[in-house]
């Protein structure tokens, strides 16, 4: 417990000032934590993360996540997509030049790529475009771990997912959403968005819902490489993905519905 609030408050003094300010000390960042995040799962797959798929994942991955700052230097009658189908594409040729590179481990790259890719991608994008937005999102995301967490530990009785997560419960899932609401609504007071309040306490929910399924994604994950966590960088927490899962599904989501 010690270590993991110790790891915790590293985070936060790190993140939260680059947060703050935005600009290129976000970017580093959020690519740092896209590109460590994306070896992680590599490494879960059990695909050398030396090898040259996966480097090309990893490069992949941070095309997608500064895809706009990548744009402006390529040609105007290029495809808007043409860095991750690249990619894409060059994992496929891989299934047949590399012996020990076969289809199963290509769609790992290319869902590495996108799943990933995408998540920084929108808050690279949502944190430029506006800060107040970002930190709604974040706060959707907290709130509903934390409300999921209590109401879960303190009434839960129907397992949610016994399979992927046998400790998330049918209770806690609604609890995590019912206390995003909450925050949401008392974070709308101070401020406001293209849309009404009533919109946006929907997109609170919407995003609730998702970042809990963000989580049981990631144990997903898990489960089927047979790995307690993702990783070990962050002591007390695993690794990235362990920590920035449901924020990085929930920014994707955010990001689709338009919010921005």
Known sequence: MR?????????????????????WPFNIVM????LLASIELIHMAKISRKLLPSIVT????????FFDYIAVYLPDNWSNSFTPVFSLMFLLICTVLIHDYDFTKA??????MFY????????????????????FILLVVMSTDIGAYFIGSQIGKNKLAPKLSPNKTIEGFIGGIISAIIVASI????????YSKGIMLL??????????FGD?????????????????????????LDRFDSALFTLSMAFILGVV
């Open 187 to 194: 974070y709308l007071i101070f401020f406001d968005f293209i």
């Open 203 to 212: 997109v609170a929910g919407i995003l609730s819902v998702t970042g809990q």
């Open 216 to 240: 049981l994604l990631e144990s997903g994950f898990k489960r089927h490489f047979s790995v307690k966590d993702s990783g070990n960088i962050l002591p007390g927490h695993g690794g990235i």
């Open 3 to 23: 270590q993991r609030i110790i790891t915790s408050i590293v985070l936060l003094v790190v993140l939260v000032p680059t947060i703050i300010i935005g600009g």
């Open 58 to 65: 990893y490069l992949g991955t941070l095309s997608i996540v």
């Open 116 to 135: 990933v890719g995408l998540g920084g991608y929108a808050a690279v994008t949502i944190r430029e475009s506006n800060l107040a937005l970002f930190l």
């Open 107 to 112: 769609g790992i790259s290319a869902l590495t």
């Open 31 to 34: 690519g740092l934590i896209a």
